[in-house]
């Protein structure tokens, strides 16, 4: 019996490892030398999530984040393709990026 209940221990414990992971990653605001390493971050958690689609909220503000996000996806290895979010979902003020 106590070999079934370590064996059930340790289920919880990695279970509540695992990062939970939004559909959605906020770069507003962020400084431009931090966005490659949080969007890579990010889009590493999202594969793992097993996610297939994500938005990344970058802003209107000059298109320095937007140009920064879309350039990192159209190199990513986990990134299958990428386009400006419809109107309703942002506008060029977000990138949606297809996860392979």
Do not use: W
């Not at 920064?68 to 990513?76: D, F, K, L, T």
């Amino acid at each position: 019996a106590g070999k079934s209940k370590k064996t059930a221990e340790s289920k919880v414990q990695i279970f509540s490892s695992v990062r939970s992971i939004g559909l959605e990653l906020d770069l507003r605001g962020k400084r431009a030398d931090a966005i490659e390493t949080l969007l890579d971050e990010y889009l590493n958690d999202a594969v793992t999530a097993n996610l297939t689609e994500v938005r990344i909220v970058h802003g209107f503000g000059t298109g320095a984040i937007r140009s920064m996000v879309r350039e990192q996806a159209s190199v990513h290895p986990l990134v299958k393709s990428f386009y400006g979010a419809p109107r309703d979902q942002g506008g060029d003020g977000a990138t949606v990026i297809c996860l392979k």
